[in-house]
């Protein structure tokens, strides 16, 4: 927890940063960032590309909801992950199918209020139960091994085996007398393999979350672009009040679960899996019970249903209206369209359950956070250059998205194959920073050297940033 103390801030700046897009994309009357790119550059290239990094940059952020819904269910009723996962695609295909948008962003309003609901209550509950005050508590924080180190000493795991959550202080005494020369568990960065590595997801975030498909998305289920913009101040602030209570939340409690952690830990990579993706679920019931386990689990799933079906409704709207009735069938009926994004949600489904079974034992916040990745790289430099930049020219957007999807998604596979560098650079940089460096530099590169500024460029712009009437 202390270790993505960067990326609380950085969250709530990304979202900040989504105050640059509302009323632009709302007022060139798009539903998609593909749609507000082709209302400027009536070019099916610069449609199909940004549809394709729309589907990529969904689909790796629906695997980690799959893999959450099959690490929750796994750990509370030994459910097989399998099992557990095809039947939550298979759950969420039926909602979208029948549910529609309508009721999705309805589910996805009521989900986040439960869930930051969840977090405020159990911040109250275990201030109350900690019994300590909160310098106490950071200092008991400061004396402990970080799980992630301790979990893989063998003699630490022999000496806290037996040990429960009750003994969680005498846990932290004996792992800092058997490994005294260890770092803290307050040292920043403990689970991150470098500070560019940090940089480059806080970059991912603050840039990725203004070019997420399914949150642009969103601008459009409100009546003006005045409310867009007030939705996402009001967002900003729920969401500062969160990670702050997460952050408090984490320094409070990560003591008292140590000995559940280090068990974890030392199970190899799927223990690491459950202590990264489970931790705040055994908070819950150390200061709750039963029933404030139920209540996080609630909330899990609530999210994890919500945001799945945003981002495959985001998926099945691109495919239908950018791929299928621009290349394959133009003549296509809007029942013909509907038909194809039911069945690009059941293809988009299956896909995401088999990736879950490849990727379970990874950090779901950070496959999240490769997906941002990859949206800060291939749609925020175009989406930013169509909407705020008048020389920004077709060629150049084209190359923007393609080069920022291309350095992202290579990094990332070489990251997820254990690769630690390549020409030179470090992974753990390139999903993040160099894809962002990469697109922005051929947005301005190439528009420099070309002059295709789009249909009547004056005339976009000066509809993309007229006040709002309402």
């Known amino acids: 927890m202390v270790a993505g103390l960067p990326g609380s801030p950085g969250s709530v700046m990304a979202c900040a940063n989504t105050l640059t897009s509302p009323q632009p994309l709302r007022n060139v009357g798009s539903f998609t960032v593909a749609g507000a790119l082709h209302r400027r550059y009536p070019d099916d290239k610069i449609k199909l590309a940004i549809t394709l990094c729309t589907i990529i940059v969904s689909t790796f952020y629906l695997v980690p909801q799959m893999i959450g819904a099959g690490v929750l269910f796994t750990m509370l009723l030994n459910w097989n992950f399998f099992w557990t996962t095809a039947a939550i695609g298979t759950l969420i295909s039926i909602y979208i199918i029948f549910g529609g948008m309508k009721s999705t962003l309805y589910n996805q309003v009521l989900q986040a209020l439960f869930l930051w609901a969840t977090m405020m209550i159990l911040v109250v509950i275990a201030y109350f139960t900690v019994g300590e005050g909160f310098l106490d508590v950071l200092n008991t924080a400061a004396k402990a091994v970080p799980p992630i180190i301790a979990g893989n000493n ?78 996402v101040a009001l967002c900003v602030v729920a969401l500062g009040l969160f990670y702050l209570a997460a952050i408090i939340l984490g320094f409070m409690l990560f003591p008292a679960i140590y000995p559940k ?194 249909k009547d460029a004056d005339a976009f712009l000066e509809l993309a940033h007229a006040p709002d009437k309402d």
């Open 261 to 454: 952690l280090i068990s974890w830990i030392s199970q190899g990579p799927v223990g690491v899996g459950l202590a990264k993706n489970m931790a705040v679920l055994e908070i819950s019931g150390l200061v709750g019970g039963k029933w404030l386990v139920a209540v996080g689990a609630a909330g899990a799933v609530a999210a994890i249903l919500s945001t799945s079906a945003g981002l495959m409704i985001t998926v099945a709207s691109a495919f239908s209206n950018d791929i299928y009735k621009v290349y394959i069938n133009k003549d296509a009926t809007d029942k013909q369209g509907m038909t194809i994004a039911r069945i690009t949600t059941v293809v988009m489904s299956a896909a995401a359950v088999l990736l879950a079974l490849v990727l379970r034992d990874q950090n779901i916040a950070w496959l999240v956070a490769l997906a941002f990745a990859i949206a800060a790289s291939a749609i925020f430099p175009a989406m930013l250059g169509t909407l705020w930049w008048r020389k920004c020219t077709r060629q150049g957007i084209i190359a923007s998205v393609y080069v920022g999807l291309g350095v992202s998604v290579v990094f990332i596979i070489l990251l997820l194959s254990g690769v630690p560098s390549f020409l030179g650079l470090p992974t753990g940089g390139g999903p993040g920073m160099f894809g962002v460096i990469a697109s922005f530099l051929a947005l301005w590169l190439v528009s420099m050297k070309t002059n295709d500024y789009g």
């Open 154 to 231: 063998p003699a630490v795991v022999e000496a806290l085996k037996g040990m429960t959550n009750a003994d969680s202080i005498q846990a932290i005494e004996v792992t800092r007398q058997l490994m005294p020369d260890a770092i803290s568990a307050m040292t920043l960065g403990v689970r991150t393999s470098s500070s560019l590595a940090m940089v480059s997801m806080v970059i991912a975030l603050i840039f990725g979350t203004a070019g997420l498909p399914h949150i642009l998305i969103m601008f459009f289920t409100v009546p003006s672009a005045t409310a867009a913009k007030k939705s």
